[in-house]
């Protein structure tokens, strides 16, 4: 099993930057991809970005493309989401996942195994 806990999130506003931090615990997981998701209130969850177990490649939704980094260190088993010039319409809970399966990647949330509780973002005007 595979304990993910997110860290970082808060209030900022519009233009502003914030880092979100996700340590994983109970195995390593540098063989396998790690990601985050988001959910604003009243939506679906949605993919924001991933990153392969290198960290070599990375993949992103087009609406967060240019401004976040995802990046990961394998030695602290942990990923990072650097999310640059933030708008009104990040504001979400993001969670940090794992695809504890296999080594491959994915953009739906059924591909991955392990979740983060989240960690709550908000975007002010």
């Known amino acids: 099993q595979v304990q993910l806990v997110e860290s970082g999130g808060g209030l900022v506003q519009a233009g502003g930057s914030l880092r979100l931090s996700c340590a994983a615990s109970?195995?390593?997981?540098?063989?396998?991809?790690m990601g985050w998701f988001r959910q604003a209130p009243g939506k679906e969850r949605e993919f924001v970005g991933v990153i392969n177990w290198s960290g070599g490649s990375t993949y992103y939704a087009d609406s967060v493309k240019g401004r976040f980094t995802i990046s990961r260190d394998n030695a602290k088993n942990t990923v990072y989401l650097q999310m640059n010039s933030l708008k009104l319409d990040d504001t979400a809970v993001y969670y940090c996942?794992?695809?504890?399966?296999?080594?491959?990647?994915?953009?739906?949330?059924?591909?991955?195994?392990?979740w983060g509780q989240g960690t709550q973002v908000t975007v002010s005007s």
């Open positions: 109970g195995r390593t997981v540098s063989t396998n991809a």
């Open positions: 996942v794992v695809r504890g399966r296999d080594g491959g990647i994915g953009t739906r949330p059924e591909q991955y195994d392990y």
